[in-house]
């Protein structure tokens, strides 16, 4: 938790806030360098891992980590039938490519779209299960993790893997979010 860096977003234009509502923008929890991870390992080329959302590459890492720590190794996992059921929200991305040369890459529109999150990791690890991705908002991580529940249940899947990630790139929801009295 510190204040915003200025490789995230800047604070022009918000210097005319007052009060709490200012210090609700000003401050926030952050994730250091989340644009960088091992592509390889999870065979994407260096020209589509510029193009994924960094919810992408942090959901790919955990989630295979998780798995990992579940003693789930990549070999044992190709084929079988785990679930992947992703908890995501944030879309700021979009807007990113869209103001940046990344924009006009091929890789763009699967780079940004949140429906990808789960389906990536299912694809890079081999997983023949369901996967999902959920927005409910502030609810999408108990959503995506009843649904696993329920896939389990069901015989859908043998296992599954829950993630949930929302990392904001712009000030704009935390703003509205500020201003609301919601942070």
Not at 50 to 55: H, L, N, S, T
Request: proline share 3%.
């Amino acid at each position: 938790v510190s204040v915003v860096p200025s490789t995230r977003w800047s604070d022009e234009g918000l210097d005319t806030l007052q009060g709490l509502v200012a210090q609700r923008v000003r401050f926030g929890g952050f994730i250091f360098r989340a644009d960088l991870f091992d592509n390889a390992f999870f065979g994407v080329s260096a020209a589509e891992s510029r193009a994924i959302d960094p919810q992408q590459r942090v959901l790919l890492e955990s989630g295979y980590e998780a798995l990992h720590a579940a003693a789930l190794g990549k070999q044992q996992l190709a084929g079988s039938c785990t679930g992947v059921f992703v908890a995501i929200a944030a879309n700021d991305w979009t807007d990113v490519v869209k103001r940046s040369p990344i924009g006009r890459s091929v890789y763009a529109a699967t780079g940004s779209a949140m429906s990808v999150a789960s389906g990536r990791i299912s694809f890079a690890l081999g997983l023949q299960g369901p996967c999902a991705s959920i927005d409910t908002a502030c609810s999408a991580g108990l959503v995506a993790n009843h649904s696993c529940l329920r896939a389990v249940q069901n015989g859908e899947c043998a296992t599954g893997l829950v993630s949930a990630v929302n990392i904001m790139l712009l000030p704009d929801v935390s703003l509205a979010f500020a201003i609301a009295g919601m942070t």
